[in-house]
């Protein structure tokens, strides 16, 4: 059964720092991976989709990257902004029209 | 605006009360899902439907039950056999194969016991 992780729970930096988020998951066979945002009381909004068959995905400052083999993927946010501070998620998706597998997100402050 | 709307944004139910939360979509996707959210524990599945009039149950289905008539209507019903259902409530869909699969989420309902 596939598991999601993330690491660490929560991290704090100060503005204008970059960062890189983790996320690994335990079976490699997975169809997809998204990272969402989410703030709080609020929905999920997507960020980036990365297909299997893909290394990595970029949307203005922020960057995302899956390793199959190792079953990792890693979310880089770049010159980070006080306006980034939520709660990211990833998840994967084993199999197309099958249901995301979440982790439980890691929550970032970022401090002016 | 295409997106997916969830109703209310607030509930409150009585003991012993079932309640249905609502979830429409008009993003022309086949599939739709519902997730619950507790703090600290993620996001978990409680049922999904890739089809019109087909569902399957997720993780933690069980005091919950939905029905999808329609393809942009999937609602929710907490039942009274649901012993602890306040959390917040999460209703997506995406495209079935053929397309990238991308999943959107809607805004949340946040159902409280009183």
């Known amino acids: 059964k596939q598991e999601v992780t993330q690491i660490p729970a929560a991290l704090s930096v100060p503005e204008g720092e970059n960062l890189v988020l983790n996320c690994s998951f335990t079976d490699s066979a997975i169809y997809n991976l998204q990272w969402f945002r989410q703030d709080p009381g609020k929905g999920l909004t997507s960020l980036l989709l990365?297909?299997?068959?893909?290394r990595e995905q970029t949307s203005g400052r922020l960057n995302a990257s899956l390793d199959k083999s190792s079953g990792r993927s890693t979310l880089y946010i770049a010159a980070s902004q006080p306006g980034d501070s939520a709660t990211y998620l990833c998840?994967?998706?084993?199999?197309?029209?099958?249901?995301?597998?979440f982790g439980k997100g890691t929550t970032l402050s970022v401090s002016s | 605006d295409g997106g997916i709307t969830q109703s209310p944004k607030y509930l409150f139910r009585k003991e012993g009360q079932n309640v249905t939360l609502s979830c429409e979509q008009n993003l022309n996707h086949d599939a739709m899902y519902w997730y619950r959210q507790d703090p600290g524990q993620g996001l978990r599945l409680i049922y999904y439907?890739?089809?019109?009039?087909?569902?399957q149950k997720g993780d933690i289905a069980e005091g919950y039950s939905v029905s999808r008539e329609k393809k942009e209507s999937f609602p929710l019903t907490v039942t009274s056999a649901q012993k602890n259902p306040t959390a917040f409530y999460l209703c997506?869909?995406?495209?079935?194969?053929?397309?990238?699969?991308?999943?959107?989420f809607g805004q949340g309902t946040r159902l409280t016991v009183v």
């Open positions: 997506a869909s995406s495209i079935v194969p053929g397309g990238p699969t991308e999943a959107f």
């Open positions: 439907s890739q089809i019109v009039n087909d569902f």
């Open positions: 998840a994967a998706r084993n199999q197309a029209g099958t249901a995301l597998i």
């Open positions: 990365i297909q299997s068959s893909q």
